[in-house]
């Protein structure tokens, strides 16, 4: 599998398409890291419980991963142009859905099926595939830490700012001016135009299924990101209630989650330094068992607000420095002509992790009135993450033809 860099306009060179998926990330992944704090007020409001605001977060990291695939594959043919400006409206009217939601149900459909679908025609593996076409082999690590730091910015820019409308007005008014917000990736997605042109052998869609199939490493990548999304989205919709719970002001937590994404501007950067300099495989396998020691520590420890922003800037870190690497790895074993695909696909397993984090997250605590059970199982999941990252092989699974410098 291989392919030409992302054909471009004259206007639309490498930088201007770096420069309109960097914003495109900041907005979709930042709008997404939101979730948690609108838990608590969401559910006092309506009078729902956690676990039917937890089943709806949970779904729609579920449709993601689900959907991914067939938005990254629409990507591949067609270029990511109409994908983005798709995503973009979808996005826009579930936030709105969701804001004017009455029952359980139309929440569940908006945040859980029509945002997610939002998520999925914006996401950060789609754009990451536009940039490894457009960048040359030398530079396209950077360049996909560089996306995934811009990925974590917009969780540092959008929790405050999510948190200042809530306060400000309320948390209707909030995801409201979060619709807005999304359908500015309408023009942004301007910078992304362009059919993907591919020389080499025309592998087809199913042929490409089937080799990827058969093919351990895979598997393997598959189930390590499973870890991944079970880890982060626990993390990312129910801490702040943890702290909450613990008798920490609201605030706390926003700012928790906040710094976790300005110190993964850092912790993609690094990722993407180390992935072109570093086997890939034993950087993931280091990330995922620092999780799980970080965690073990910040839970044996004293929780103070001291402790809380030293656990939110390491974990963060730790965050999404774990996408460029993966991304990275399906680039350079299977190839370019099929990557949005591929990185859909193996995603889909990031969230079923998510899926069963936040689920079981609620879950648990509205049996047993603590997220003690849910740090646990977080915890092994890291170990079992470090281990599975080892077999990896690297290596192309097919020989690359050789790639022409980018337009």
Request: with cysteine; proline share 5%; aromatic share 12%.
């Amino acid at each position: 599998m291989s392919a030409t860099p992302q054909a471009t306009s004259n206007w639309r060179t490498p930088a201007i398409v770096l420069a309109c998926g960097c914003a495109i990330v900041l907005i979709s992944m930042g709008l997404r890291a939101t979730s948690g704090i609108f838990l608590k007020p969401m559910t006092m409001a309506n009078g729902w419980s956690r676990e039917a605001f937890s089943v709806a977060i949970a779904l729609q990291n579920l449709m993601w991963g689900l959907t991914g695939p067939f938005f990254g594959a629409i990507a591949d043919r067609y270029g990511a142009g109409r994908t983005l400006v798709t995503g973009a409206l979808l996005y826009a009217a579930g936030l709105v859905w969701m804001a004017n939601a009455q029952t359980t149900t139309e929440l569940t459909l908006s945040a859980g099926v029509v945002v997610a679908l939002g998520i999925s025609g914006t996401a950060i593996g789609l754009v990451m595939s536009v940039m490894a076409r457009s960048v040359p082999p030398e530079k396209r690590s950077m360049s996909l830490g560089l996306v995934g730091a811009f990925a974590s910015m917009g969780q540092f820019v959008m929790l405050p700012l999510a948190q200042w409308w809530i306060n400000a007005w309320d948390w209707h008014v909030a995801l409201i001016l979060h619709g807005v917000v999304a359908a500015l990736v309408v023009p942004l997605a301007a910078g992304l135009v362009g059919k993907p042109e591919h020389t080499g052998p025309q592998q087809t869609v199913s042929a490409a299924l089937v080799e990827v199939a058969r093919d351990r490493s895979f598997h393997l990548l598959f189930w390590g990101y499973f870890v991944c999304g079970f880890q982060v989205v626990f993390i990312a919709v129910h801490f702040p209630s943890f702290l909450m719970d613990k008798g920490f002001p609201a605030n706390l937590g926003m700012q928790a989650i906040a710094l976790v994404g300005l110190f993964n501007v850092l912790g993609s950067f690094l990722a993407g330094w180390m992935g072109g300099r570093y086997t890939k495989k034993y950087v993931l396998s280091g990330i995922y068992i620092s999780r799980s020691v970080l965690i073990s520590v910040f839970l044996l420890l004293p929780i103070t607000t001291f402790s809380v922003y030293v656990f939110s800037a390491i974990i963060g870190v730790l965050w999404l420095s774990t996408v460029p690497l993966t991304n990275g790895l399906v680039g350079v074993r299977y190839g370019l002509r099929y990557m949005a695909m591929l990185t859909g696909l193996v995603f889909f397993g990031h969230q079923i992790g998510a899926f069963l984090g936040v689920w079981l997250g609620g879950v648990i605590f509205d049996r047993t009135g603590s997220y003690d059970m849910a740090w646990t199982i977080s915890i092994a999941l890291g170990v079992f993450a470090a281990l599975v990252h080892l077999p990896i092989r690297e290596a192309p699974l097919v020989k690359a033809s050789p790639e022409p410098a980018p337009a």
